[in-house]
């Protein structure tokens, strides 16, 4: 996709609602707790010159921790997605003795971003895992994740509404009863479906009466 259709459709986005961008890379790649290695990667093992710090390398020797940092922004609503620029430029990267690994490095970060929106769902429970292994397509799922826990119909009234096999729906309605616990963990948060899919399930903090 070109520029230009990117601004149009940025402009007509800004006219319908309130973009959401990320928030601070730097906190989040702190949180990492990186080591001098952990910036050096195998590439760079043997570079001359401390290395920890230069947040810009990461898009090269963590490029993964990058990535998930940007998916994190987006699972959480962010619609504008920065990339992960401090310093590539030439002169700052002299610092590190990395001035020819500018462009290098501002082409990475620029890539990484959109493999975090294009990357297959996976809640990285192991290497190169998708949800897809063990879960049909999210168009398929959706419906029948409203039937059953928003409309909280039975597994074979909702295989009827989602259009799916009651096979399907009997394992996924076992899925969600299976990690009850993991939404009890959940902390409380405003109620943004039918029904609440935390602690709030079973137990709403508020109800809204009819009078």
Known sequence: MSS??????????????????DAAMRTMIQRAR????????ARFRDW???LRGNNDLLSLTQARLIRDIHTQYLQAGADII???????????????????LARELNRATERIPSASITK????????N???SDSLPPYGVLDPLIEALVDLSLPPPAAARRAGVAIGLARDTARRIDHNEYKRRQMPPGPKVTARGFGEGRRYPIAQKFST
Do not use: C, H
């Open 4 to 21: 230009l259709p990117r601004a149009v459709n940025l402009e007509r986005l800004l006219t319908e609602r309130i973009l959401l961008p």
């Open 34 to 41: 990186l080591a001098e290695e952990d910036y050096r990667g």
């Open 48 to 50: 001359t010159r401390e």
């Open 82 to 100: 920065e990339t992960n620029t401090f310093n590539s430029t030439a002169i700052a990267l002299a610092d590190y003795g990395m001035e020819s």
């Open 120 to 127: 297959e769902p996976s809640a990285e429970l192991k290497p």
């Open 129 to 131: 895992q998708k949800d």
